[in-house]
């Protein structure tokens, strides 16, 4: 049994609502699985489901083995969470906090501090440990919860949005703890976040929209799908320098972009570079390459931006300036 | 599936040792029950430990009793000696009463953590966990009822006063059955809240729902006023109303052998019976139905029948809670 959670036609429907449209897929032992999508994609309502907090309307799934629908017990013993809003108790001590945690997953007394002084150093957080909870940072706090997620040995560890609201260095902090996780413990790690950089860090990723997986793989499998690197190239004569191109690249074929004359796709664009620039005829003033990334991946598959408010914003900005020039 | 699988299986993290001679059912059976009480026992501890931190709600709870007891119980206690006539001891009638107020509000409002957990995010935790509900359930209902048990002791521990019940062994032996007979009602009542809080998402909603429901259970349980003399309707109201039992429990067993009627009343018991004899009989009728009507009653229902309402009452509130609280996602 190399599969740790498998999910099969799994539907969520809320009155009129479809918010987790018939997804299948499957998680294996020991990779870092993502589900990237945007807010309201069905990313949380999913997890809510594989952790028992929510009842299927249609489909199966299990985790460790176990039907999340007749073995619940066995489900929550196997998994760890992170949810996305926090879920500390305040007024308690971290320790507190930790000995509730330890209490109600079982954990045995005879090895129950040792564990806590055990990740509470993996997340940087032991001088902390007696403190009360109100006095931490909300870094510290997503931290606290990922070591109190990781009390009890789940063999599957959920997390739901854990940068979500932090800062750029705090975040890096959580992965870096994320993959020392996996490196050292050999733990599934199941993640939904909607930063795309971050699902970069992932194994696997399941591209979620609107209630449906789209595309499911490696972020470099996806990306490739996308047609590879775009490389851009500056001139002193574009001219000659688009007709010594594509006499010496024959297959290569421009992009149709007005701004963007000696721009062209290539696969491993890093190796490609080299060869471009020996014995070229034409004096190049710049090359610069744009690798793809899931932001392009996403915008290929739905047609749209996954960040909704800042991107949009500015692609509206975008559309005004055009109008004019589009009307004509 | 061998042994060792389904103990690993059954038990998760957890390597307590199978006895010997244990069958594998025995063990995992055992291994639950403890679980079972291990977890409401934490969700106790925890809720405990809140109450003591927070200074205002301990102090509140220290102060609040005695604001009653000593504000409006000497209040009436003057109103009734005016009104009443003679040396009524009101606030001996009025004690019981607050104790069962006492019991009723901190009991049924300590319910409000499961919503505040529910808004701060705790709830989650709790319910993902691999406890069973019920447990926690249980664990909330005792951790409301002890916060309410500490109120009651501060009253209890006031009866041994002299402008109270007095220094006595007799006290002492009432103190002393008072507190499981209350514990009991506060369970009940506890049990009251975690029922509705269950079904409720919103803090806002739960002090509306708590006093449309807690004032009318309050007024018609006797706990201020005696339930005497009433109009017919309200009276079948007290009767229906489960907690006039419990303060009727509470009342019969603080007031045994305390004379609280003054006054009038009082004189009228004191004729002595050779000269109602010699009364006519429509005089001496009226006279003893005057004292007696005119006298508070210490105890309206058997003693027994109030201790088996209470303790049904306790029971089937305690089943509805788990069963509210475990369906709850």
Same mark, same amino acid.
């Given at each position: 049994m190399n599969e740790i959670v498998t999910v099969s036609k799994l539907v969520k429907t809320f009155g009129d609502l479809v918010a987790v449209d018939g997804i299948s897929f499957e998680v294996a032992r020991g990779e870092v699985f993502g589900f990237l999508g945007?807010?309201?994609?069905?990313?949380?309502?999913?997890?809510? =489901? *594989?952790?028992?907090?929510?009842?299927?309307t249609a489909g199966t799934a299990t985790v460790?083995? /176990? +039907?999340?629908?007749?073995?619940?017990? !066995?489900?929550? !013993?196997?998994?760890?969470?992170?949810?996305?809003?926090?879920?500390?108790? +305040?007024?308690?001590?971290?320790?507190?906090? *930790?000995?509730? $945690?330890?209490?109600v997953y079982h954990v045995p007394r005879s090895v129950r501090d040792a564990r806590i002084d055990e990740v509470m150093g993996m997340v940087s957080l032991s001088d902390r440990l007696d403190d009360k909870v109100e006095t931490f940072s909300g870094g510290m706090k997503r931290r606290l @919860?990922?070591?109190? &997620?990781?009390? $009890? /040995?789940?063999?599957?560890?959920?997390?739901?949005?854990?940068?979500?609201? *932090?800062?750029?260095?705090?975040?890096?902090?959580?992965? #870096? /703890?994320? @993959?020392?996780?996996?490196?050292?413990?050999?733990?599934t790690i199941f993640l939904t976040t909607h930063y795309m950089e971050e699902a970069e860090h992932c194994d696997r990723i399941a591209i979620i929209d609107t209630g449906k997986i789209i595309a499911l793989d490696t972020p470099e499998a996806l990306k490739d799908n996308v047609g590879g690197d775009v490389i851009k190239l500056r001139t002193e004569d574009d001219e000659s320098a688009e007709a010594e191109l594509l006499s010496r690249f024959p297959e290569l074929e421009l992009l149709t972009d007005p701004e963007c004359r000696l721009c062209f796709k290539t696969r491993k664009g890093e190796e490609f570079i080299p060869d471009l620039i020996r014995d070229f005829g034409t004096k190049i003033v710049?090359?610069?390459? $744009?690798?793809? %990334?899931? +932001?392009?991946?996403?915008?290929?598959?739905?047609?749209?931006?996954?960040? #909704?408010? &800042?991107? +949009?914003?500015?692609?509206?900005?975008?559309?005004?300036m055009m109008m004019p020039r589009t009307r004509k | 599936m061998d042994d060792r699988e389904r103990i690993d299986a059954g038990t998760g993290g957890d390597r307590a040792e199978k006895g010997p001679g244990e069958s594998t059912e025995e063990y995992l059976r055992r291994t639950n029950v403890r679980r079972a009480f291990t977890g409401a026992y934490i969700v106790w501890l925890r809720d405990i430990k809140r109450f003591w931190r927070d200074t205002p709600r301990r102090v509140g709870a220290f102060v609040q009793p005695l604001i009653y007891l000593f504000l409006l119980g000497t209040g009436l206690q003057a109103a009734f000696k005016v009104f009443g006539g003679g040396n009524t001891r009101y606030i001996l009638f009025m004690f019981p009463g607050i104790l069962?107020?006492?019991?009723?509000? %901190?009991?049924?409002?300590?319910?409000i953590s499961i919503l505040w957990d529910r808004e701060f995010g705790f709830l989650k935790e709790v319910l993902v966990s691999p406890v069973p509900r019920s447990s926690v359930a249980f664990g909330k209902i005792i951790g409301g009822a002890t916060q309410a048990m500490i109120q009651g002791t501060i009253l209890l521990v006031l009866m041994f006063f002299p402008f109270m019940y007095g220094f006595s062994v007799e006290t002492a032996l009432k103190a002393l059955a008072l507190i499981p007979l209350t514990l009991l009602l506060a369970i009940g009542m506890t049990a009251i809240g975690v029922a509705i809080a269950a079904n409720m998402k919103s803090m806002e909603g739960f002090p509306m729902v708590m006093n449309f429901l807690l004032l009318p259970l309050f007024f018609l349980s006797g706990a201020m006023f005696p339930l005497q003399g009433l109009p017919g309707w309200m009276n079948v109201l007290t009767r229906l109303n489960p907690l006039s039992y419990g303060v009727d429990m509470l009342r019969g067993i603080s007031l045994r052998g305390v004379e609280v009627t003054g006054g009038p009343a009082?004189? *009228?018991?004191?004729?002595?019976?050779?000269?109602?004899?010699? =009364?006519?009989?429509?005089?001496?009728a009226a006279l003893t139905r005057a004292g007696s009507s005119m006298s508070l009653q210490t105890q309206r229902y058997p003693l027994w029948l109030d201790i088996t309402v209470v303790s049904c009452f306790a029971l089937v509130m305690l089943v509805i809670a788990i069963w509210q609280f475990s369906r709850q996602t």
């Open positions: 945007p807010n309201g994609a069905g990313k949380t309502t999913t997890i809510n =489901m *594989l952790c028992t907090l929510l009842k299927p460790n083995g /176990y +039907d999340i629908g007749t073995r619940k017990n !066995e489900v929550r !013993e196997s998994i760890g969470l992170v949810f996305q809003d926090p879920s500390l108790d +305040d007024r308690l001590t971290a320790r507190e906090n *930790l000995i509730f $945690h330890a209490v @919860e990922i070591a109190r &997620g990781l009390l $009890h /040995y789940p063999k599957v560890l959920f997390l739901d949005e854990p940068t979500i609201g *932090l800062d750029p260095q705090t975040r890096n902090y959580i992965w #870096e /703890y994320i @993959e020392d996780l996996k490196r050292r413990e050999g733990i710049s090359v610069s390459i $744009h690798r793809p %990334t899931l +932001d392009d991946v996403f915008l290929q598959l739905t047609g749209k931006e996954i960040r #909704e408010e &800042g991107a +949009d914003d500015l692609a509206a900005v975008r559309r005004f | 069962g107020m006492t019991v009723l509000f %901190t009991s049924v409002f300590s319910a009082a004189l *009228l018991n004191k004729i002595p019976q050779q000269a109602l004899n010699r =009364m006519p009989a429509e005089v001496k």
